[in-house]
């Protein structure tokens, strides 16, 4: 299995700029999560979903869009990228209660 | 709503040696559990231990305890015999039982172990 897959792994963009993370798992798990992680702020909720075709915001949503069309992806979109969210993308899935399963991450800058 | 806070931003240890990382929670609910994750350098968040607030056991996973005080909404991670390869970023983090699936994190405490 390869688990949870994040693409990019680095991304540079300009002011203005819009842009898609994809995050896919093999896991067949149903909940899936977008967090951002600003250094000593830890680890924000951006949105999460708790099945296919189902959608929630999570702490910090303004800026970004997701989907979730399969139980499999679920991609965050960025539209009119700022330097605010210059930060690294963490997608993770679970099962139920256990734990969270992450991906390697995504660093952005925006400049 | 559920907060995390983790009020110690940096922690040092003397390798061999034991340190403990400190994490409160704010919550009305009865049931959730409870979370450590660890971040090396590498950025991969491994999970160290896990904890249901139904059980009053304390979990434990090799040297890793925590100290879960239900009462005082308290869950201490501590980390006996350090080892260099503990250095890392420590984050502590809450999910509901019950309806909110969001897992929520603390702000980390980075620990560094002196050899």
């Known amino acids: 299995n390869a688990g949870v897959t994040q693409t990019p792994k680095f991304r540079i963009l300009k002011i203005g700029q819009s842009m898609t993370l994809q995050c896919t798992q093999d896991m067949n798990h149903n909940y899936m999560y977008w967090y951002r992680q600003d250094p000593g702020m830890g680890l924000k909720l951006i949105y999460y979903?708790?099945?296919?075709?189902?959608?929630d915001k999570g702490e910090v949503p303004n800026g970004y869009n997701v989907s979730r069309s399969t139980t499999e992806d679920f991609p965050l979109r960025l539209e009119l990228a700022a330097p605010s969210q210059t930060s690294v993308y963490f997608c993770?899935?679970?099962?139920?209660?256990?734990?969270?399963?992450f991906g390697s991450g995504t660093q952005l800058s925006v400049l | 709503a559920q907060t995390v806070t983790q009020s110690q931003p940096e922690m040092s240890v003397q390798e061999a040696e034991t340190v403990t990382l400190s994490c409160t929670y704010d919550t009305s609910e009865s049931d959730y559990y409870l979370f450590w994750y660890k971040q090396p350098p590498s950025r991969q968040m491994i999970l160290v231990i896990r904890q249901e607030a139904y059980k009053q056991q304390n979990a434990t996973e090799n040297r890793f305890s925590v100290n879960f005080q239900k009462a005082a909404k308290s869950f201490s991670l501590k980390i006996s015999d350090s080892q260099l390869g503990d250095a890392a970023m420590y984050f502590c983090?809450?999910?509901?039982?019950?309806?909110?699936?969001?897992?929520?994190f603390g702000t980390g405490t980075r620990l560094k172990v002196l050899a």
């Open positions: 979903s708790v099945g296919a075709g189902i959608t």
């Open positions: 993770a899935s679970s099962y139920s209660e256990e734990k969270l399963f």
């Open positions: 983090a809450y999910r509901s039982a019950l309806g909110t699936y969001k897992y929520i």
